[in-house]
């Protein structure tokens, strides 16, 4: 079966079933195949990480997309332009519909655009990780709010051409009103209300992101961790639903 392309779809066309990003953050391919055989048609895309790509992931990546399956492959590329480019045609022949690259300069972004050329995949720049917070900023020499570093980020990633951004779901609405509709918002760090957070700093609940603008949401234990994980999809399913339905409402006071 053709890979499923998302080039032709406008974000207000996208069906809740593929605004929703179920990650298959496990540590063996063999766990991520059984989980998506118990998920079965319930999910149509999926995120492929580091931890992954690492225990052979490349592979179900392909194998995904032959299946008709979205995979979101999160590299979250930083290099020399040369091998961001390079890397980038790979992901794109292994199937891939979305690729991360951070989004600190546009001499790595247009790399990976220039790699991409051709194909359907789409590339996202990384603002901020949904883990770090202003001290971790500070750490690293940079003096910024995360939110207002998020907006930068996300113009920066937009104007250099790329096709969305990563952004957390508390600055979805920030983002959404700088880039308009000409980029596509993901949203990690998505807990329900009252869950723990983990290892996140900067998360939202569900229908709170989708409500501010987040095209897709990326959902990884709160699902993969569920006793019922295709009881859980079919919960976050809902969230999503009841936050197009508030979005359709506008800003509410």
């Known amino acids: 079966m053709a890979t499923l392309s998302l080039s032709d779809i406008s974000p207000s066309d996208i069906s809740p079933s ?5 990650a298959l953050d496990v540590p063996t391919v063999d766990a991520a195949r059984g989980l998506v055989g118990r998920l079965g048609v319930g999910v149509t895309f999926y995120k492929i990480g580091l931890e992954l790509v690492m225990a052979g992931g490349l592979a179900l990546v392909r194998e995904l997309a032959e299946a008709g399956k979205h995979v979101f492959l999160d590299m979250k590329l ?3 332009e040369t091998t961001v480019e390079r890397a980038t045609r790979n992901a794109a022949a ?3 519909t979305f690729l991360t690259v951070h989004a600190q300069d546009a001499k790595t972004l247009k790399a990976a655009l220039a790699g991409r050329a051709g194909t359907d995949l789409k590339v996202l720049g990384v603002t901020v990780l949904t883990n770090l917070e202003a001290a971790d900023l500070n750490q690293q020499g940079i003096a910024a709010e995360p939110a207002d570093l998020v907006a930068r980020r996300a113009e920066l990633a937009c104007d250099a051409g ?3 951004v990563v952004v957390s779901g508390l600055e979805a609405a920030r983002v959404r009103a700088i880039v308009g509709a000409r980029c596509t918002i993901v ?3 998505i807990r329900l209300p009252g869950a723990d957070a983990g290892d996140q700093a900067r998360v939202s609940p569900p229908r709170q992101a989708i409500a501010a603008g987040a095209d897709h949401l990326v959902v990884g234990r709160p699902i993969t ?3 019922d994980p295709a009881a859980a999809v079919g919960l976050f399913r809902r969230e999503i639903e009841h936050g197009l339905r508030l979005r359709a409402l506008g800003p509410q006071r």
């Open 18 to 22: 593929d605004r929703l990003i179920v």
């Open 78 to 80: 930083l290099d020399i």
């Open 94 to 96: 292994a199937g891939a």
């Open 162 to 164: 790329c096709d969305g």
């Open 187 to 189: 949203t990690p760090g």
């Open 225 to 227: 961790g569920a006793d």
